[in-house]
């Protein structure tokens, strides 16, 4: 029922920022479990950051401290603003909605973003 489409994505230097969007159509963001996961060439596909409905946060702890996940229930869309970037965080990110927050990788799917780290 819910489409997401990431945007934000782009190349940046070591050491900057960057706020990648998932904005939400066909359902509610504040109906569902949110969360962000990225893939890298050759690696598989890693948690980085996840909200539920009750708006409980976890991040992975490859991010934690630099990565800030926010929904916006009057825009229907969810951020994920990135500090301090490294290039380990090069990837495609993904957006990823589901009606429990432990079952996100079964859930609804964005096309992704793709970020690139330089250094």
């Known amino acids: 029922q819910v489409q997401l489409v990431e945007s934000g994505g782009g190349l940046v230097q070591a050491g900057g920022s960057l706020r990648l969007t998932c904005a939400a159509s066909g359902g509610t963001v504040s109906s569902y479990a949110m969360g962000w996961f990225r893939q890298a060439p050759g690696k598989e596909r890693e948690f980085v950051a996840a909200?539920?409905?009750?708006?409980?946060?976890d991040y992975a702890d490859a991010v934690k401290g630099r990565v800030t996940l926010s929904r916006d229930n009057a825009a229907n869309t969810v951020y994920l603003q990135m500090n301090s970037l490294k290039s380990d965080d090069t990837a495609v990110y993904y957006c990823?909605?589901?009606?429990?927050?432990?079952?996100?990788?079964?859930?609804?799917w964005g096309q992704g973003t793709q970020v690139t780290v330089s250094s």
């Open positions: 990823a909605a589901s009606r429990n927050r432990l079952y996100l990788n079964s859930g609804y």
């Open positions: 909200i539920n409905r009750s708006g409980i946060k």
